[in-house]
């Protein structure tokens, strides 16, 4: 039982070490995670607009949204850009201009997670509207246009 526990460890560790971090893998990793970021970011919208109150969620969102946006330059790597993929060209022959696009979310996300928990809800409306102003800045400049 312990032998094959470990042969199934080793077996999924040659797998995993044979696929991993191919740059086409990013593709489908930073659509999920833009995903969770767009979900996260529609759930504090919905709070902030008054539409649901449950207690603590908005930190909850917050800080998912904070921690999500930590290191999104990661999700690009060079080569990930053929295939399903809205990334442009861009991002790979501007890298600065995407680093910076990359830390202005997440400087503004920490910011808004930051607000969150000093409660005031100037502040945090304030902020949140930044998020969404980091969002749009990247997406319009790096992203292609939904058909
Ligand atoms: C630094 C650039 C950048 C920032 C900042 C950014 N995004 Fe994105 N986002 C992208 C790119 C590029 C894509 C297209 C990825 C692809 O198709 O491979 C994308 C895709 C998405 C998608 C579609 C995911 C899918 O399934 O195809 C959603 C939703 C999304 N972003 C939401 C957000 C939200 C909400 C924020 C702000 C909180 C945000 N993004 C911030 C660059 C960014």
């Avoid at 526990?5 to 999920?32: G, M, V």
């Avoid at 990359?102 to 997670?113: E, H, I, N, P, R």
Wanted: charged residues 25%; proline residues 3%.
């Amino acid at each position: 039982m312990k032998t094959g526990a470990i042969a199934i460890a080793a077996l999924l560790s040659l797998t995993s070490l044979a696929h991993a971090d191919e740059p086409e893998n990013f593709i489908k990793y930073r659509q999920s995670m833009m995903t969770a970021i767009g979900g996260h970011n529609g759930a504090a919208s919905q709070i902030l607009r008054g539409k649901v109150a449950p207690p603590g969620h908005l930190a909850m969102h917050a800080n998912a949204l904070r921690d999500l946006a930590s290191d999104l330059a990661a999700l690009f790597p060079e080569g990930s850009d053929f295939g399903e993929t809205k990334a442009k060209a861009e991002i790979w022959s501007d890298w600065s201009g995407f680093e910076k696009a990359a830390g202005d979310s997440k400087t503004a996300t920490a910011a808004f997670a930051e607000a969150v928990a000093g409660g005031d809800a100037g502040n945090i409306e304030a902020a949140f509207k930044q998020v969404g102003e980091t969002c749009k800045g990247c997406h319009k400049t790096y992203r292609e246009k939904d058909d």
